[in-house]
Nanobody, 116 residues
């Protein structure tokens, strides 16, 4: 069983919304300390959002007010609700530990393309 499985990506028009899901293998990752990262074409992977055990949510400046991270502990799943999408949000989105991702544990990610 793959430790992290991301899904929910797709093609969306600017201004549209998507909801990404990341299901974690509970014996490998703690859903209470997962975050979302993205890698735009030709760029390094960057942090997008994270949630900590207390429930505090943190966001990179470029997604504040547009993206919402949430989790379902019973389902070992973390979500990323993406609203008001922009072409520059186009990337492959991954989940991993937050705030320090595990280098050797990246999943396949889910591709988001924002285009008219």
């Amino acid at each position: 069983q793959v430790p992290l499985v991301e899904s929910g990506g797709g093609l969306v028009r600017p201004g549209g919304s998507l909801r990404l899901s990341c299901t974690a293998r509970g014996d490998v990752f703690n859903v209470n300390t997962l975050g979302w990262y993205y890698q735009a074409p030709g760029k390094e992977r960057e942090w997008v959002a994270g949630i900590i055990p207390s429930g505090t949510r943190m966001y990179a400046d470029f997604v504040k007010g547009r993206f919402i991270i949430d989790r379902d502990n019973a389902a070992n799943t973390v979500y990323l609700q993406m609203n008001s999408l922009k072409p520059e949000d186009t990337a492959v989105y991954y989940c991993n530990d937050f705030p320090v991702p595990r280098d050797n544990s990246w999943g396949q990610g889910t591709r988001v393309t924002v285009s008219a």
